[in-house]
């Protein structure tokens, strides 16, 4: 019998001692070693989003290899680039399949599940135009072990759980499609356009799984999606221009705790509609845009009100546009810019006679815009293909020369020029701590140049990012003279709390009692989602 190995015994940190086998490890590992110093606390259990790639490549053949090589290459930079991680590549009587996971630490997000989603659309992309054949993806989320399994002398960094199983059975029902769990589905649908599946009935569930297949990110999020939770619904009622505001709001639904922001977003829009109309009745014009920042925790209700303002505005007339900054746009020039400014540039075309299709020459593109925009923007709309490639207008003298952050500006100063010439009369930018530096100074520039028929508003959290300067500059009432609304959501109180309970429980607040009321508060700390996700589980235990 051969006697066992000594395991070698290293000092700490990790990286001095075995840098090169780190990209061998598991971030998780890796980064948790080398800040802890042992293995401690690694296991938990956490919400992660898991996704099982089958890679299309014949398993045999010379060029297997080579192949496979190049594929598995770009899903670890596609699946690294939204902070993932990679889990496991196995070859085996499934075929090639690549497991990947967002959620582990240290790189753990709010939008995970979206990550998710995003990640798998772009690996099928990119899967296609490899191997000319379609990936099957299964996507699911879920609460999962994550730590070490196996003995001292042999371990690694695993996965376990229902989550983890059920991915690997949705992707063998895929069929060169991205098939998504429920949980997954009610986390992103508001930011993909999904198509509903038949149920599939899978190995260890004794009831059908319902999934949706995810077929691309969505172009605009409706504004009845994304509905707070803790808004309770006033049947049979719709709030008419008559009804006072602090009742019921304009989607008929009434905000408890919220009543005071949505009066103040009423009459945010009725300052907009009547300074449009007296703009549209005198040739003056002022570059001062009306500001509406809405600032609270996540679950505090922001999103809820943003869209209440949307409706607000479609009952007075405005044209809206809202968009939102996700974690991963953080790293993305002008990453959630990017659609408007296309939009806009379309619009304009239009208007011109010139619908956007290949097909149109670039002289004439060029003299279309020049109606908008003056001599030297023009020169400078080469700069567009660095974030929009499907534009191409080529370089000269002019752009070439350009590089680094006078690049940058110009390009900045750019964009606000299109968005100053959209037909939008309502920029709404939801979490903008998410986003990127270039698209928040464009925003910033944008409030100067706009004039006081149309209004920028935007969502936070509370400030600590490294905007807080700007965005202190962009709600400065004293610049211009510009009409700002600054709401700050404030946590529930005990009787606000009482009314979502007896709401949601269908009783009268008096019928609630003192100690659940209590006990609600403590652990929500009076976040109205917290609250709302804290009474339906309590109404599901009964």
Not at 324 to 346: E, K, M, N, Q, V
Not at 378 to 401: F, G, Y
Not at 468 to 477: H, I, K
């Amino acid at each position: 019998m051969i006697d066992k190995i000594p395991v070698c015994q290293i000092s700490l940190p990790l990286s001095d001692h075995i840098e090169p086998a780190v990209s061998y490890v598991p971030k998780a590992f890796s980064t948790h070693l080398n800040r802890i110093g042992s293995d401690d606390y690694l296991a938990q259990l956490r919400m992660v989003s898991i996704l099982f790639i089958q890679i299309p490549l014949p398993d045999t053949g010379p060029k297997f290899v080579a192949d496979l090589q190049v594929a598995f290459t770009s899903i670890v930079q596609t699946v690294y680039s939204y902070e993932g991680d990679i889990r496991q590549l196995i070859v085996d009587d499934k075929g090639t399949v690549c497991i990947a996971a967002f959620g582990l630490p240290p790189s753990s997000h709010e939008d995970d599940a979206h990550r998710g989603v995003l990640a798998a659309l772009r690996i099928r992309d990119i899967l296609q135009k490899l191997t000319r054949t379609t990936a099957s993806i299964g996507v699911t989320s879920g609460k999962v072990f994550c730590g070490p399994v196996g003995s001292a002398d042999r371990r690694e960094y695993a996965l376990v759980g229902g989550a983890v199983n059920m991915s690997a059975r949705i992707m063998s029902h895929a069929s060169g499609r991205i098939l998504c769990d429920k949980h997954t589905y009610n986390l992103t649908h508001g930011r993909f356009s999904f198509k509903s599946c038949p149920p599939l009935f899978v190995k260890g569930k004794s009831e059908s799984l319902e999934v949706y297949e995810a077929i691309a990110e969505a172009a605009v999020t409706s504004a009845r999606q994304r509905r707070m939770l803790f808004a309770v619904e006033k049947k049979g009622k719709r709030r008419s221009h008559n009804l006072p505001r602090n009742i019921i709001s304009a989607s008929g639904v009434e905000y408890i705790g919220r009543e005071a922001e949505l009066v103040r977003i009423a009459e945010a829009v009725k300052h907009v509609v009547e300074m449009k109309k007296k703009l549209s009745e005198s040739s003056e014009t002022a570059h001062s845009a009306s500001i509406l920042c809405i600032s609270g925790i996540s679950g505090s209700g922001k999103s809820a009100l943003t869209s209440e303002l949307m409706l607000e505005c479609r009952h007075s007339g405005l044209r809206v546009f809202k968009t939102y900054a996700y974690s991963s746009d953080i790293s993305i020039p002008f990453g959630c810019l990017r659609p408007l400014i296309l939009r806009t540039l379309d619009s304009l075309l239009s208007q011109r006679g010139l619908e956007a299709q290949e097909d149109i020459s670039l002289e004439n593109c060029l003299e279309a815009l020049s109606h908008y925009f003056s001599p030297e923007n023009i020169k400078l709309l080469p700069m567009l293909h660095d974030i929009l490639p499907s534009i191409r207008v080529p370089e000269d003298e002019t752009t070439d020369s350009l590089r680094g952050e006078s690049r940058a500006l110009k390009l900045s100063g750019l964009c606000t020029q299109i968005l100053k010439h959209s037909n939008i009369d309502v920029f709404i930018f939801e979490d903008v701590q998410w986003m990127d530096l270039m698209s928040w100074s464009t925003i910033v520039q944008l409030g100067t140049e706009l004039d006081e028929g149309r209004m920028i508003a935007v969502t936070c959290r509370p400030a600590n990012a490294p905007w807080t300067a700007s965005l202190t500059a962009l709600t400065a009432a004293s610049i211009h003279g510009r009409e700002v609304t600054v709401l700050e959501l404030k946590p529930l109180n005990t009787s606000q709390i009482r009314k979502i309970i007896a709401g949601l429980c269908g009783v009268d607040p008096d019928g609630v009692s003192s100690e659940l009321v209590s006990t609600i508060e403590q652990m929500t700390e009076g976040i109205p989602l917290a609250v709302a996700e804290s009474v339906k589980a309590y109404l599901h235990s009964k």
